[in-house]
């Protein structure tokens, strides 16, 4: 990736540059470019093939791995492409091939696809591997085909619908016979679903409608007989709360029960549901005469004029309602201050008129008829005047008329012909208002009252509205009013309507989802789809859809704690099935603490891993080398594999320091280390010395004359003479110093091989047996080919005391060094040629020397004292065994492991399988070093006959330890 920016940014340097460029470096980013776009093309035409032959998650992973194929595309893509391409062509070079970005974009699309799917593919796997029922997984496969167009998975729900059908029939029976309502709604729910692509049978779609409507009706029947005896109680209790929502869940019941014309039931209810109507009709009552109390006291406080006070008071006070001695001594108040306020204007414009006439009348004479007339004027003048500013237009130009038909002359005064102009300007200024305002209101009127349905309700309002604003007076502002309150009447109607018929659905849906199993997924996922189309449901009253929401929220709350607890589970049954493994159930916990972190239970793990772990891998490191050891025979066990085990097992005492099982292992320690002492680091054999000492020319290839108990070493064999036998016998080591003597045939001890004598020295005839037995010497037979040679040493009659004992030590080396069996039953042996303290070069071979003499007498004596090597052959045929019986393999065994239960309270030791009937023993985990403290098992509990004990709980008690079984001895 980063050569490919590279080269985009060689060919940006190229492009900016006003250099012309040397070619051999034009061609060759010219050629990487180009390269580069072919390569990226491949790779784009690939994963098309795999999109459109229906491998779109195929395709996606393809189109990720490194270096990442969308990136590449878009680099190659750079913002300049085609000015690159005229900069080849000016420089004669043939230009790059063009990006298949359309490829590139239908990928991007796929991504974009792919993302609702990862969830429902998560979702699918999980119940293909939980063997969740089929309904649920085709539902799950279903929104999968929607999002996914891969004709694969129509073929799929087909195979699977039509088992589903064989399995619906069955289960439509098994409802029906146990009369399982909720089960047939269930399955009623789930046969009328449109997305089925194989329709199921229609028999079995009608016999689910048929049975389902029996059990709700019968339930129904049940369920409002019942309700009929609470509605009486709630009427004999004047419980009008109680008995509002009875009446509801009563009409909701009437429906679904069909009950007849003559049932007992109506005439229980009819008396509650008349109190109850009446009750309601009388509250209505009272909340209308509070909001026309409220609206006279409101008028009160504005200063509202007195036709306004009169109109209020008289909706307040209609059908004999009382309203308060207080507000009625208002009321009055209210009027004797507009009708004095009234009346001090009129005696002020008459008594100015009067004036005006008395004077006039002084002059003319005819004051009587001025005043008159100029009391009429005036009073006529004052009223339209405060016509005209009050807005009253209608009002005014009725007055207009009037007074134009019977005082034509107070029409015609100039006072009255100013105040009739600005009437005129002011009617036709407000005739626009008027007019808008008449056509919003008939607009009102069509759309919410006249056509009144969903789709004109709000037009209507709208329209409503806009007359409201244009409203002056308060005859108009009421008459809006009424109009909003009319169509507000009849959406209330229509709203009832279907939210009546939405609760029909609701109440049921309700109970199924209180009386729900939390661990059914199959059902939570059902009422899921069914509050959703519950909730779907148009024009539905806010308060029902947030109670729907509410629901639906529950049944998310509940699939989200049953998924988590069944995955839980999961983990936790996984944590169970590595018991005994250390790597994995290492694994098992860290997974379970990424999954679910910050919980209580995933601390526990996390500190128990941190702390432990190390433990427990200790524990299981020596229970794999003392299986190594005890599946070898170990009689049979190479000197290079002994010290492979040697090692290993040094290794781990020093790694495990105060691991229990160690201070058992310290007499397989010991026979390993014997065994490998058999071969030196230079790979010499230890019996190698054997060959030397027993070729020495003392011992091997030496003759010898046996006669009156005394032994002549000799270098030839006699020679018969007058006097006997004559021969020359060795003075001393070196054999060189001789002597000459006779001994008479009689004196002679030697054995007989027929009628001649055997002269070779006994030494000598047992050096081959030794080296006889060196040739044959294996692992296997070591202890037992030593443990001859001794014997047959020690059997030797005529041998040389010291010699005997000299040969025998050094035997006794060699066995003992290589063998702790050997080592141990002859301990006794070599202890006894040790303390004898015989001079070991002592001159023996000299029949006259006097101080060999002495030593073949100590000799003879130790010889006496000592038993038969033989003996050892006893010892060493037990010892083998008894150690590989010692070894403790499984003194530990890892069973289970700790778990404390979701209550807090309750410790469980959970196993990867029952622990038999015939276990007993006791239960154990590892508590790790701690400073200078070593790790120790401690006690927890015990198992009786495949039965888990568990002790009070201490500080031992970590969930997530390891739990083991020690038996008991």
Not at 64 to 88: I, K, M, N
Not at 196 to 220: F, M, T
Not at 443 to 458: N, P
Not at 686 to 698: D, G, I, Y
């Amino acid at each position: 990736m980063a050569d490919l920016s590279q080269l985009i940014e060689n060919i940006h340097t190229l492009l900016c540059s006003e250099a012309r460029p040397k070619q051999d470096a034009l061609v060759a980013i010219a050629k990487e470019y180009a390269e580069a776009v072919e390569q990226v093309n491949a790779r784009l035409k690939r994963c098309e093939t795999m999109l459109h032959g229906g491998h779109r998650a195929e395709a996606l992973r393809q189109c990720g791995l490194e270096p990442r194929l969308l990136v590449q595309a878009s680099l190659l893509d750079f913002h300049g492409r085609e000015q690159w391409a005229e900069y080849l062509r000016a420089y004669g070079l043939p230009t790059p091939p063009e990006i298949l970005v359309d490829i590139a974009a239908e990928l991007d699309d796929a991504y974009l696809q792919e993302e609702p799917l990862t969830d429902l593919m998560r979702l699918h796997r999980l119940y293909g591997l939980a063997r969740v029922s089929l309904g649920h997984r085709i539902s799950v496969m279903r929104r999968i085909a929607v999002l996914d167009r891969d004709p694969v998975w129509d073929t799929d729900l087909r195979s699977f619908e039509a088992v589903r059908h064989g399995q619906l029939r069955d289960e439509l029976s098994n409802a029906v016979q146990k009369e399982d309502f909720n089960a047939l709604s269930r399955l009623e729910t789930e046969l009328l679903d449109k997305n089925w692509r194989a329709k199921p049978p229609a028999e079995i779609v009608q016999k689910a409608r048929q049975e389902s409507a029996r059990l709700r009706r019968g339930q129904a029947r049940t369920e409002i007989a019942k309700v009929a005896d609470a509605l009486r109680a709630a009427h004999g209790d004047f419980d009008s709360e109680s008995g509002y929502q009875l009446r509801k869940r009563w009409f909701e019941l009437q429906q679904i029960a069909e009950l007849d014309a003559r049932s007992p039931l109506l005439e229980i209810v009819e008396p509650a549901l008349m109190w109850l109507g009446a009750e309601e009709s009388a509250q209505r009552a009272q909340e209308e005469h509070a909001r026309n109390l409220a609206a006279l006291e409101q008028a009160l406080d504005n200063g509202a004029d007195r036709p306004t006070i009169e109109r209020l008071y008289h909706q307040a006070a209609g059908g004999g309602a009382e309203l308060g001695e207080a507000l009625q001594q208002r009321v009055a108040e209210q009027v004797r201050r507009i009708d004095q306020a009234a009346d001090r204007k009129r005696k002020l414009t008459i008594a100015g008129v009067v004036a005006v006439a008395l004077v006039l009348a002084v002059v003319t004479g005819t004051a009587i008829v001025l005043f008159q007339r100029a009391q009429d004027l005036s009073a006529s003048v004052a009223a339209m005047r405060s016509l005209v500013d009050d807005g009253k237009l209608l009002e005014a130009r009725k007055y207009q008329e009037t007074l134009a038909k019977d005082a034509p002359h107070i029409i015609a005064d100039l006072t009255m012909q100013k105040i009739l102009s600005d009437l005129n300007a002011a009617y036709a200024k407000d005739e626009d208002r008027l007019n808008a305002r008449r056509n919003a209101i008939e607009a009102a009127e069509k759309l919410g009252i006249a056509e009144g349905v969903w789709e004109t309700f709000e037009g209507g309002l709208a329209e409503a509205q806009k007359a409201a604003k244009l409203s002056v007076t308060s005859s108009e502002t009421s008459e809006v009013e009424s109009i909003v309150r009319k169509i507000k009447e009849k959406r209330q109607k229509l709203q009832a309507e279907v939210d009546k018929k939405l609760l029909v659905e609701l109440e049921p849906f309700a109970t199924r989802v209180a009386k729900l199993q939390k661990n059914n997924l199959e059902e939570i996922d059902e009422l899921a789809a069914l509050g959703q189309k519950l909730r779907g449901r148009e024009h539905a009253s806010q308060n029902l859809v947030t109670r729907i929401d509410t629901l639906l929220e529950q049944l998310r709350t509940g699939r989200l704690t049953e998924i988590t607890g069944r995955e839980e589970a999961r983990q936790l049954q996984q944590i169970t099935d590595a018991v005994g493994a250390v790597d994995a159930y290492k694994s098992r916990l860290e997974a379970y603490v990424k999954r679910f972190p910050g919980t209580k239970r995933s601390d526990d793990f996390a500190r128990t891993l941190k702390q432990d772990a190390e433990a427990w891998k200790g524990l299981a490191v020596v229970d794999d080398l003392v299986r190594r050891i005890k599946s070898r025979s170990l009689p049979s066990l190479t000197s290079m594999e002994a010290i492979t085990l040697h090692q290993d097992l040094e290794r781990i005492q020093a790694e495990q320091k105060g691991h229990p099982a160690l201070p058992a292992l310290t007499d397989i320690l010991d026979y390993l280390d014997a065994v490998g002492q058999r071969v030196d680091s230079s790979g010499t054999r230890l019996e190698a010395s054997l060959h030397e000492r027993f070729n020495a020319k003392t011992v091997s290839g030496l003759l010898m004359l046996h006669a009156d108990k005394t032994r002549y070493y000799i270098k030839e064999p006699p020679e018969i003479t007058n006097v006997g036998y004559s021969f020359h016998y060795y003075k001393g080591f070196d054999l060189a110093s001789t002597g000459y003597t006779s001994v008479k045939a009689a004196e002679i001890q030697n054995l007989k091989l027929g009628e001649k004598y055997d002269w070779e020295a006994p030494q000598s005839r047992f050096a081959r047996q030794v080296f006889d037995s060196l040739d044959t010497l294996k692992p296997e037979n070591w202890e037992d080919s030593f443990a001859v040679l001794l014997s047959n040493l020690y059997k030797d009659r005529t041998m040389e005391p010291i010699v005997k004992l000299e040969l025998m030590k050094l035997l006794l080396q060699v066995a003992r060094t290589g063998s702790v069996p050997l080592k141990l039953a002859l301990a006794k042996h070599a202890e006894q040629i040790d303390n004898a303290r015989i001079d070991p070069v002592v001159n023996w071979i000299n029949p006259q020397d006097s101080e060999g003499r002495a030593a073949r007498t100590k000799a003879e004596d130790v010889l006496r004292r000592m038993e038969d090597p033989a003996k050892a052959r006893d010892m060493v045929k037990e010892y083998a065994p008894k150690i590989q019986l010692a070894l403790p393999v499984d003194r530990y065994r890892w069973v289970a492991w700790l778990n404390l239960e979701r209550t807090g309270k309750t410790w469980s030791c959970d196993t990867k399988s029952p622990l038999a009937a015939s276990e007993s023993g006791e239960l154990h985990v590892m508590e790790p070093a701690s400073g200078s403290k070593p790790g120790a098992m401690v006690k927890i509990g015990r198992v009786q006959a495949g039965k888990v004990v568990l002790l009070e709980p201490g500080t031992a008690f970590v969930e997530g330890r390891p739990v083991y079984l020690a038996k008991v001895k």
